[in-house]
């Protein structure tokens, strides 16, 4: 996936991410959190590993 080596799966990082942040008491903060983690990351190196691309559609519906 767009020349980044087999070991590094953005995509599950994210998935995991989400899975993770739904066994806690507050999801919707985990997830945020997680999401300006990889802004960070994103805005100080820019490798496609951490794209906003990557974490765009993801969501929390809590009820």
């Known amino acids: 996936m767009a020349g980044l080596p087999q070991s590094v799966r953005p995509l599950t990082a994210a998935v995991v991410a989400v899975d993770a942040a739904h066994e806690g ?21 820019g490798r496609m ?15």
């Not at 983690?37 to 994103?42: A, F, P, S, Y």
């Not at 951490?50 to 519906?61: E, V």
């Open 49 to 63: 590993r951490h794209s906003p691309l990557l974490r765009a559609a993801l969501t929390c519906i809590v009820r």
């Open 25 to 45: 008491h507050d999801p919707v903060h985990h997830v945020g959190a997680w999401r300006r983690q990889r802004l960070d990351l994103w805005r100080t190196g």
